[in-house]
């Protein structure tokens, strides 16, 4: 993680002789490091975990799935972003987390989108919800890919759209 962190602070200081105002990652799984960088980086970050657990907690929602790669699953930069709203983030099994990392890094990341993984995420998803999950985070660029409000069976946050929705409203000076 250290590695991953001084890699985002050298990005942050060039940005900030560019100009920059703030700063956003688009990839979930980095913000495991961004404890690590925040409070030595020249600029601000705009946390991707952040904007979805505000979004998921505008909408009401209690208790969350929460699906990316393995390494975010895992990881606890949901987990704490939506417990500090009173949310409740829930993984996926083990097995589903291994699968659900498997079509994003040998597939999804390769322009491969089957059949069969989106039934995959779907069937996931399906657990999660008969779990009592009543949304779902799409913590990964690929996953809409895959799935959407439509097809999961609930509601979903595409955490890179909802992202990018953020710093535009913040480049814009509203918010």
């Known amino acids: 993680m250290d590695g991953v962190a001084a890699l985002m602070l050298r990005s942050a200081e060039v940005l900030a002789g560019a100009g920059a105002d703030f700063l956003i990652a688009p990839d979930n799984t980095i913000h495991q490091a961004l404890p690590l960088v925040s409070p030595r980086s020249p600029l601000p970050w705009l946390s991707i975990a952040d904007v979805v657990a505000d ?6 929602h209690r208790q969350v799935a929460v699906t990316g790669t393995r390494w975010l699953v895992e990881s606890d930069v949901y987990v704490d972003a939506l417990a500090a709203r009173g949310i409740r983030a829930m993984r996926p099994s083990g097995g589903a987390i291994r699968e659900i990392d498997r079509i994003i890094m040998e597939e999804l990341v390769r322009g ?15 657990e999660m919800a ?3 999950a009543t949304a779902a985070i799409l913590g ?7 799935v959407d409000e439509g097809s999961a069976g609930m509601p979903t946050f595409d955490s890179t759209r909802l992202l990018a929705r953020a710093a535009l409203r913040r480049a814009l000076g509203r918010s």
Request: aromatic share 4%.
């Open 140 to 146: 990964c660029t690929e996953l809409p890919l895959l």
């Open 130 to 132: 008969a779990a009592g």
């Open 112 to 126: 491969v989108v089957t059949p069969s993984a989106r039934a995959t995420v779907q069937y996931v998803l399906g």
């Open 55 to 60: 979004a998921v907690a505008a909408a009401g």
